[in-house]
C-alpha cells in the first residue's frame, strides 16, 4: 500500500533508525533480514520476541500498519500470512 500516511509513516520510521545509528544505538533487526523475513515461521516467531526492547518499536508498528506490510516480523509481529499446509487443501 503507498500514499502520503505511508510515506510519512515511512520517514518517521527512517529518521528514528537514523537517529537511533547516529547516536551509536543498534537495534533487534539491524543486519538480521535472515531471521525477520525467514520463510520458517518458527524463525519469525524468535523475530518477534526479539522486537521487544527496539527504541523503534512504535514508529516501526505505525508504519507497518499504514502500508499494511504483509511480509516479515516488524514490531513484534509476524504479518505474514499463514500459510495453508499442503495437506489441509
Ligand atoms: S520493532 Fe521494527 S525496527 Fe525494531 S527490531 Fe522490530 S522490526 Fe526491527
Known amino acids: 500500500m503507498t500514499g502520503p500516511a505511508v510515506e510519512a509513516a515511512f520517514l518517521r520510521l527512517a529518521a528514528r ?20 523475513y525467514s520463510d520458517d515461521a518458527d524463525e519469525r516467531a524468535a523475530a518477534a520476541e526479539l522486537c521487544a526492547p527496539c527504541p523503534a518499536l512504535d514508529e516501526c508498528g505505525r508504519y507497518a500498519a499504514a502500508a499494511r506490510e504483509r511480509h516479515g516480523v516488524w514490531a513484534g509481529r509476524d504479518r505474514t500470512p499463514c500459510r495453508r499446509k499442503e495437506n489441509d487443501r
Open 17 to 36: 533508525l537514523v537517529e537511533l545509528d547516529d547516536t551509536g544505538t543498534t537495534w533487534p533487526c539491524r543486519n538480521r533480514g535472515d531471521l525477520w
